[in-house]
């Protein structure tokens, strides 16, 4: 009997432990070891990088304005707006407690101000160095998985937007588009247009399409021009596509504009307009500007 007393003791103290392991403090313990990282995100580009490989952004900056230039992924309610990328609020950076903070070369004048909230990850796209945007952008993609532990998910990722690509180019190729030029009107007298090495132009080159802009930009992939300047695009043929948003006041004017009329662009159906896409994003944004030149291909030329 006693040595039946024994191994119930033992038996009822190990089931103690068991359930002393479900108290909340120890639920607590055990729950922390697994929690989600908490990510901050200054860089849109990046912000839209982590919903690509499923994690959700604790904060980003400029969260007011993502439906203005990002507008896809959608991005969850519950993200935090940290303000200004340039001027973070820091006493909610303090609050929210990362772990981890994303930043950009961009962003290198104000990493010391914000080093001190958590541990950061500057990882470099948009740098002359880096060649090529898109090429630079799947680097970095897979180097930000890396960090947070979803490398299987960023291969997914990027398989799915290289056959995305691929479906752009087959579908484009049955049209065979004209030349095209890309702008975001500053004013109705300058705008920025977009060449090599940018995003924009990578992704013209990967879906088939002649970028009609020739001229080398700086590495953000886009020169500012004056409206005059669109003429030195020689081929009559090119269609000329800008992005919203186009100040209220632009169009008006240029239709007025004598200038503006003499380019071949401007009559007919060789001008049109494009929803936001941005333009100093990362893999994302390379195939929502794809997704919006197919579908303005397939439907309007």
């Known amino acids: 009997m006693c040595g039946d007393r024994s ?48 994690v959700t952004p604790l904060a980003i900056s400029d969260r007011a304005d993502w439906g203005r230039w990002v507008r896809e992924p959608e991005l969850p309610a519950e993200v935090v707006d940290l303000g ?35 541990r950061l990850l500057r990882l470099s796209v948009y740098a002359p160095e ?23 998910e960023a291969e997914r990722f990027l398989e799915r937007s290289d056959a995305f690509f691929e479906d752009c180019r087959a579908r484009i190729a049955r049209k065979a588009p004209p030349p095209m030029a890309f702008v975001n009107f500053l004013d109705a007298r300058h705008a920025r247009i977009y060449g090599p090495p940018g995003l924009f132009d990578n992704v013209l080159a990967r879906i088939g399409v002649e970028n009609a802009w020739k001229e080398p930009s700086n590495y953000w992939g886009f020169q500012t021009i004056s409206i005059e300047e669109l003429s030195r695009i020689q081929d009559p043929k090119t269609h000329l596509v800008a992005f919203d948003p186009i100040p209220g006041d632009v169009l008006p004017k240029l239709a007025r504009s004598p200038l503006w009329q003499a380019l071949p662009f401007a009559q007919g159906k060789q001008f049109h307009v494009l929803p936001p896409a941005l ?20 439907t309007r030329l």
């Open 7 to 54: 191994f119930l003791t033992r038996r009822h103290l190990l089931a103690s432990t068991f359930v002393a392991g479900l108290l909340p403090g120890a639920f607590g313990r055990a729950q922390a070891q697994t929690a989600p990282m908490r990510i901050i995100s200054l860089d849109y580009g990046l912000s839209s990088t982590l919903l690509g490989l499923g």
């Open 279 to 298: 333009m100093f994003g990362m893999v994302n944004e390379g195939m929502r500007f794809a997704r919006l030149l197919t579908t303005l291909v397939e």
């Open 84 to 118: 200004s990328s340039l001027e973070v609020n820091r006493e909610l950076l303090a609050a929210l407690t990362p772990d981890l903070i994303l930043t950009t070369p961009y962003l290198d004048g104000i990493s010391d101000r914000v080093a001190a909230y958590g």
């Open 130 to 152: 880096n060649g090529a945007i898109l090429e630079a952008a799947v680097r970095a993609t897979r180097t930000l998985a890396a960090n947070v532990g979803r490398e299987a």
